[in-house]
C-alpha cells in the first residue's frame, strides 16, 4: 500500500445533536493512510451521520475532520475530493453504465480520451468489462454495485467512503462482494471507511472496527481484539455471541459460584465484574478434568440443531442458563445428548474475560 | 406452456371454480362497462356518424373534404396550433422555476405554495377569463397604471387579439404544468444530487447534468397534458381573443349555431379527436403513458 495512494484522515471532537438527540458525541478517531475501518453499530447509533460529515453532506455542531494535513469541515462535498459508494448506489438512471462512470471525470475536465481509457479500466477492475453501453436499469443488484464502485474509484480519490454497500444484495453475494471489496482495497491501498450494521461484514472486511452506539465511539480495534477483549457488555453483546455470568471479587481472586476462576488478564475493570463467555469457546470435558481449565457444571435445559454445530443450553451451576456451541462432528462427545443430561464445561483462562458490569448499555 | 397434468385429483371441480369465479368478476364489473358505453362510446360513434353525414342526409365524404378545399379551415387549424404551442411553451418556461421553487421548499410551505397554485381552479373559468378582459382592456388596470407609471404612452393592445388570448390560456393552463412537474420533481432521489456533488459537481453543474434531465418525463407529461387542453380550448379564447383568434373549438360552436350544420361540426370534432390521439400515440413512445395519466410510478 503506497501512501501516494491514500490519505490518513483525522476526527477529533465532532459533536452533532438533532434537537436534544446526540446524534455524535465528541467522537475522536485517526484512520491511518491505507487503513480499511469499518464504522459499526445498531441502526440510529450515528455511524452514517459520522460517514455524511467525512464526505461533507452534513455539518457536525463542533469538531474536527482533516485528511491528510488539510482541515475539511468547512469544505463544501464537491471539494473534498472523496469517492463515495451510497447505500442505493444512486446511479444516474439517465446515464449508461459509461457515461455514470465518466461523470467524475468530465466533471475535472480531464481528456476525452483519457476519459475512455479510465473507464474501461475502472470497469474492469470490478470485473464489469463489456457494460459500458448498458443501461442502469437492465443491471441486477450486484452489477449496480459494481458500476457504483467504478464510478468512486475512477477519478482516483485518496479517501474512499462505503455506506452500507451491501446491505441490498442477498446473503450469498454479499459475502462474495465483502471479499472482493477487501481485494479491490489492498490493490487500490486507498484509505477506506465503511459503514456496517452487519458484525460479521465488519469482521471480515476491516484492519480496525470502530463500534458506535448511541453517537459514542465504545471501542476501536482490530477484529481480533474487539472480539476476544470487548471493552464493555455493549461490544461484547454486538459482536459476536455472548453470554455473561455474575462472578464476586475476593481480595485479588475473582469467584465463580464460590470457586476461584484462573485468567491470563492483566488489567481488571473496577466494580461489579461479569465472565463473558463466547458460546464456541467452551470445550465439552470427558474424563478427566485438565488442571489448566476454569470448570464449570450443569445440565442441558434444550439441545438445538443448527447444521455445523448444536447449540446446547445449559443451566450451569448458580442457576444461569448459558449457551455452548458444540461441533457436530460424528463421534463427538454430544452426538446423543439428551435435554436433562449433566454437562461439564472447560473455559481456558485466555478465554476467561472480565467486563465491568455496568456501562456500554445496549 | 400448459405442460400434461399428472395428477386429475379435484380438477373439474378446481376448472368449475375458477370459472365460476370468472363470471363473477364480469358481472362486478358490468355496471361500469355499461356506462362506459352509454356515456363515451355511443356518443361518439354517433359524432362520427354524423360527421359522414352531407347536408341532404346521405352518407358522404362532403364535410371532410370541405375541411381540405376551405382556406378558412387550413388557417383555423394552423391558428389552433399556433396558440396551444405557444400557450405550452410559456407555460413551460413560467412553470418549471416555479415547480423547482416549490420542489425546494420545505413540506409544509409547500404544501401552502400549491394550494395558492391551485386556488384559481376553484373559481369559475368564465370569471376568471372576464377578469382578465377588465384588467386588460385599452382602460384597464394594466394599461392604466403602465401609462401613469410612465411605462408607455399609448395603450397596450393586450386584449381582443392573440396576446389575450395567450395571458388568460397561461394563466389557466400553469396548474396543469406545475402539478404533474412538481411530482416528477419531488420523486427524484436526493441521493442523486448528493452523489452528483461527491463526485465533484457544483450544485448548477448537479442540477444541469442531473436533476434538470430526471424531470424531463415531468415536464414532456405537463406540457403535453396542456397542449392537448388547448387545441380544444374555447372560453379563453372566444372572450379574449375578441374574434380575432379563431380555434377549431369556436368554428365548431360556429357551424351548429350559425349554421345548424351538425355534419360539419362533427366532422371538425372528429379531425381533432384524431389528432389529439395522433400525439398521444406518438408521445406514447418517448414517455410511459402512465406516468402522465396519472397511473404507477
Redesign the interface.
Known sequence: MSSSHALPISIKSVTKTYGAVHALDNVNIDVASGEFLTLLGPSGSGKTTLLMAL???NRPDAGSISFGSEEVVLK???K?????V?Q?Y?????MTVALNVA??LK??KTPKADIQEKVLKALDTVQLGGFEDRQISQLSGGQMQRVALA?AIV?EPRILLMDEPLSALDKNLREHMQIEIRRLHEKLGMTTVYVTHDQREALTMSDRIAVINHGRLMQCDAPRDLYNHPMNRFVAEFIGESAFLTVTRDGAQILFNGAPLKHSSKTIPDGDLLLMIRPERLAVLQGETPDNMNVITGHITELVYQGETMLTYTQVSDGSIIAVRVNTRSGHALTNAKVGDPLKLGLHPEDTIFIAADGGEV | MTGELTSHLNQNALKRQAQRERLSLLGLTSPAIIIIMIAMVLPVGWLFYLSFLSDEGVISLTNYQRMLDSKAYTRIFLTTFKVAFLTTGLCALIGYPLAYFLSQLPERIANICLLTVLLPFWTSLLVRTYAWLVLLQRKGLVNEWGIGLGLWDEPLPLVHNLNGTLIGMVHIMLPFLILPLYGSMKSIDTNYLKAAANLGATPTQAFWRVFMPLSFPGLFAGALIVFILSLGFFVTPAILGGGKVIMVAMQITRNIELFFNWGASSALGVVLLLITLGILYISSRFVSLDNILGGHR
Open positions: 464526505a461533507g453532506f463544501p462535498p464537491h473534498r475530493n472523496v469517492g463515495m451510497f442505493n444512486a446511479l444516474f438512471p439517465h461523470f467524475p466533471l475535472r464510478r477519478f
